[in-house]
Nanobody, 130 residues
Framework: QVQLVESGGGLVQAGGSLRLSCAPS????????MGWFRQAPGKEREFVAA???????????VYADSVKGRFTVSRDNAKNTVYLQMNSLKPEDTAIYYC????????????????????WGQGTQVTVSS
């Protein structure tokens, strides 16, 4: 069953903004890292951004070069929710966006690698018109 649920996708014009949310379904977060990935038609899944507790009690963030300065990933522990704020959207940002969570047991976690994650959401469509 789906254990992560994304929401907030939609249709926007170039230059617009969207905020995606990710929350667990029927459970609480148990991993160290939350990653955002996207897959556009005819393209392979690619890393977008991640936020992680691994390595200490403070979160750190990582961004793909293609979104750095435009996207911001954040975590609200009280609401048990992770967000992806997307600003200055471009048509090339059009894709299905997926959130993912690691198992919490990895000995060598690379947050930008899809294989590092265990739980995945069903995806939410983001379409940016030119």
């Amino acid at each position: 069953q789906v254990q992560l649920v994304e929401s907030g996708g939609g249709l926007v014009q170039a230059g617009g903004s969207l905020r995606l949310s990710c929350a667990p379904s029927g459970r609480t977060f148990s991993g160290y890292a939350m990653g955002w990935f996207r897959q556009a038609p005819g393209k392979e899944r690619e890393f977008v951004a991640a936020i992680s507790r691994k390595g200490g009690n403070a979160d750190y963030t990582v961004y793909a070069d293609s979104v750095k300065g435009r996207f911001t990933v954040s975590r609200d522990n009280a609401k048990n929710t992770v967000y992806l704020q997307m600003n200055s959207l471009k048509p090339e940002d059009t894709a299905i966006y997926y959130c993912a969570e690691d198992s919490g047991m990895s000995q060598d976690l690379h947050v930008g690698r899809a294989s590092s994650y265990y739980y995945w959401g069903q995806g939410t469509q983001v379409t940016v018109s030119s």
